[in-house]
C-alpha cells in the first residue's frame, strides 16, 4: 500500500479533523467505495461530468477522502481522452500534484470549510457568507493550463443560510470546466435548492473487510499501534465508520465501552457511583468529542439489543448475556422509545448547552426504570 504524503499541520487542528490522523486531502487509498469512484470516473470519461456532486453518507466511511480523489482525478486530466477506459484514474502520493492538493496549495482547488476565528480561538459552529464569497475571485479567475477549477464544501451541512443562499447562486450558474464537490453526513440539513442541482452519491457504512484495510491503512500511515484485541473490538463498535473506530482506540473509546456495559451489569440497582463519575469526567466543554462517543456508544448498544430482540442476532457473547437479562418482545418498543429519548436528549443538550452530566445521569435512570419495569 502506498503511503499518503507526511501530513505537516502547523496551527490548529482542522474543523472535523480527527486529532493525530492525517486529513482526508493527505489520504492516497480509498476503501469500499468502489462503485461510487466508477460512477463518477465513467463521467468523466464520458464528457458529460455534471458540475456538482454531493457525496452523502454517514459520519467517517471515507467520503471526505473520496471527495479529494475526484479532485485530483480532475485536476490531472483536463480532458477526459486523458483517462484510459480501465485504467486507474486516481493520482499517486508520489505526485507533485498529490501534494498540491494535500497542503491546500494547488491554485485550482478551493476548500470551503468552518473558519478559524482569532479572538476566540476556535472555528466557528458553521460555514459563514464571507467564507463563500472567496468563490467570486476564485472563479472570476482562468484555470492554469486549460485545466479544471475545483471547489470542496466539507461539510456543506454546516452552511448558515445566507452561506448556502450564496453557494447557491453559484450552482445555478457555474463557470465552464468547474466542478464542485459537496460533503455531507446530514443531507436534510441542506435546502432543497442545493440538494435539486447537485448528482447525488449515496456512500454507505463499510463492511468489515474494507472496514478493516481502512483502519490498519490509518494506523500505518500515521504511527499508531493498537494491539489485535484493541482493533477487533473497536471496529465491532464502529458500525462500519472508519472514524469511530479509530476514535475507539485512540480516545479512550474501549474504556468508555467498558464503562457503559458495567453500568448496564450493575441494573436494576444502578451504580450511582460510577454514573456520577462518568458524568463528571465528561461534563466539560474539554470533553465535548469523548461524550460524543460516550453517547454513540450506548446509542449503538441500545440499538443492537433492539436488533437482538427482533431477530436474535447481532450481539457479542458479554452483550447478548445483558439483552438475555433486559430484553423482550414485550418491551422492545420501551427499548426503542429509550434511543429515541436519548437521541433527542443529547440533540437538545448541544444545541442549547444545557447540562451535559445531567444528560448522562437522566440517561442511566431512564434505562433503569425500564430495567426495573422488566423485572417486575
Known amino acids: 500500500m502506498s503511503a499518503a ?22 489520504v492516497e487509498s480509498v476503501f469500499g467505495h468502489d462503485d461510487a469512484a466508477a460512477e463518477f470516473e465513467d463521467a468523466l470519461r464520458s464528457d458529460r461530468l455534471h458540475h456538482a456532486w454531493l457525496l452523502v453518507g454517514p459520519e467517517g466511511i471515507g467520503k471526505a477522502t473520496l471527495a479529494y480523489r475526484f479532485a485530483r482525478t480532475v485536476l490531472a486530466h483536463a480532458e477526459a481522452g486523458d483517462l484510459i477506459p480501465g485504467a486507474p484514474a486516481d493520482v499517486p502520493a508520489s505526485d507533485p500534484l498529490f501534494r498540491k492538493v494535500a497542503g491546500l496549495a494547488h491554485p485550482n482547488l478551493l476548500l470551503i470549510r468552518r473558519s478559524w476565528n482569532d479572538k476566540t480561538k476556535r472555528y466557528s459552529q458553521w460555514i459563514g457568507v464571507d467564507e463563500v464569497r472567496r468563490l467570486r475571485a476564485f472563479l472570476g479567475s482562468t484555470a492554469g493550463d486549460g485545466s479544471w477549477r475545483v471547489v470542496v464544501v466539507d461539510r456543506a451541512d454546516q452552511l448558515n443560510q445566507n452561506a ?82 479509530l476514535e475507539l482506540i485512540t480516545g479512550g473509546g474501549i474504556e468508555l465501552y467498558d464503562e457503559i456495559v458495567a453500568t448496564f451489569d450493575s441494573l436494576p440497582e444502578l451504580d450511582g457511583a460510577r454514573v ?36 436474535g442476532q447481532g450481539l457479542a457473547a458479554s452483550e ?25 436528549a443529547r440533540s437538545e443538550t448541544f444545541a442549547l448547552n444545557l447540562d451535559r452530566g445531567l444528560l448522562i445521569l437522566n440517561s442511566w435512570f431512564g434505562l433503569q426504570k425500564l430495567v426495573q419495569e422488566r423485572a417486575v
Not at 487542528?13 to 480527527?18: F, G, T, Y
Not at 440538494?195 to 478493516?212: F, I, M, N, Q
Not at 448498544?301 to 436488533?307: D, G, Q, T
Open 164 to 245: 448556502a443562499n450564496a453557494l447557491l447562486k453559484a450552482l445555478e450558474e457555474p463557470p465552464p470546466q468547474t466542478l464542485f464537490l459537496l460533503v455531507s453526513s446530514a443531507e436534510g440539513r441542506l435546502p432543497a435548492t442545493i440538494r435539486s442541482r447537485t448528482r447525488v452519491l449515496r456512500l454507505s457504512s463499510l463492511e468489515e473487510a474494507p472496514l478493516t484495510e481502512a483502519v490498519r491503512a490509518a494506523l500505518q500511515r500515521d504511527e499508531i499501534e493498537a494491539g489485535g484485541k484493541t482493533l477487533s473490538l473497536a471496529i465491532s463498535l464502529s458500525q462500519g465508520s472508519v472514524r469511530r473506530a
Open 5 to 26: 504524503t507526511k501530513p505537516s499541520r502547523p496551527g490548529p487542528v482542522e474543523p472535523d479533523r480527527l486529532e493525530s490522523f492525517s486529513s482526508p486531502r493527505e
Open 320 to 344: 447478548e448475556k445483558l439483552a438475555k437479562r433486559f430484553v423482550s418482545n414485550d418491551n422492545l418498543p420501551e427499548w426503542a422509545d429509550a434511543w429515541e429519548t436519548i437521541s433527542a
Open 276 to 311: 456520577h463519575r462518568q458524568a463528571e469526567k465528561l461534563a466539560g466543554v474539554s470533553e465535548t468529542e469523548r461524550l460524543e462517543l460516550y453517547l454513540v456508544l450506548l446509542l449503538g448498544l441500545i440499538e443492537r439489543f433492539v436488533r437482538f430482540g427482533a431477530t
